[in-house]
Each structure stands twice: as structure tokens, then as C-alpha cells.
């Protein structure tokens, strides 16, 4: 079984890493929550560590998603908000955004 995490457990664990690294977020287009976490110290080299959606817990406060660690890249999942199916997107080595930051960026050796 799989452990479920909430997303801020998922991004303080990667603050705790120690050296450059990079968070990936996939928001679903409809109601803009997380769906998927990729954290890496390069971009497009899939070498980190990705998190999927898989449940959600009802609170007074709302609800909030429960994330597990599973390779991402072009799965279908479902929003836990709005119940919506959204595919993931493939994974490509580099944006155009991202194509034009310096090398030291991109390879994670930037202070």
C-alpha cells in the first residue's frame, strides 16, 4: 500500500533536500488544483521524484487532495474538486520557457 501524503508534506519534504531543486506542478484546467508534482534537481531528465491525486479527506475547512508517489506523464487521472478526467500532459525535455534560461538552471547547479 501506498503512502498518501498532502501536498505541503510533499514540497516541505523537497525544501528539506538539500542542493538546487525544481517543483513541477499540473493543475487541472477547470478548477486549477493540483493534480501532479514532478521534484527534480534537472529539468527533463525524470529523475525525480513524482506525485499523483489519488484521494481526498472532507474537512471542516474544505477539502484537501492526498498525493501518491507514481510516474505521471500521460496518465489519466481524476480532479478531486470538480471530478473532472484530465490526462496528463507527456513529458518533453524542455519548454521554450525554459529553453532560455541559463544552463546553470536547467542543470540545477545555480546558487
Known amino acids: 500500500m501506498a503512502v498518501l501524503m498532502f501536498l505541503n508534506q510533499v514540497l516541505d519534504q523537497a525544501r ?5 531543486t ?3 506542478k499540473q493543475h487541472c484546467p477547470v478548477c486549477d488544483n493540483v493534480l501532479a508534482v514532478e521534484i ?3 529539468l527533463g531528465s525524470r529523475l525525480g521524484e513524482e506525485y ?4 481526498r ?3 471542516q475547512y474544505g477539502i484537501d487532495s492526498l498525493y501518491g508517489k507514481e510516474a ?3 496518465n489519466k487521472v481524476v480532479c478531486t474538486h470538480c471530478l473532472t ?3 496528463l500532459p507527456m513529458d518533453k525535455p524542455l519548454t521554450a520557457d525554459q529553453i532560455v534560461l541559463p544552463k546553470e538552471v536547467k542543470n540545477g547547479t545555480a546558487n
Do not use: M, P
Not at 499523483?52 to 484521494?55: E, H, R, S, T
Open 22 to 24: 525544481i517543483t513541477r
Open 52 to 55: 499523483v491525486v489519488k484521494d
Open 57 to 59: 479527506i472532507r474537512s
Open 72 to 74: 505521471w506523464f500521460g
Open 40 to 42: 527534480t534537481d534537472k
Open 16 to 20: 528539506s533536500q538539500k542542493g538546487h
Open 85 to 87: 478526467l484530465v490526462t
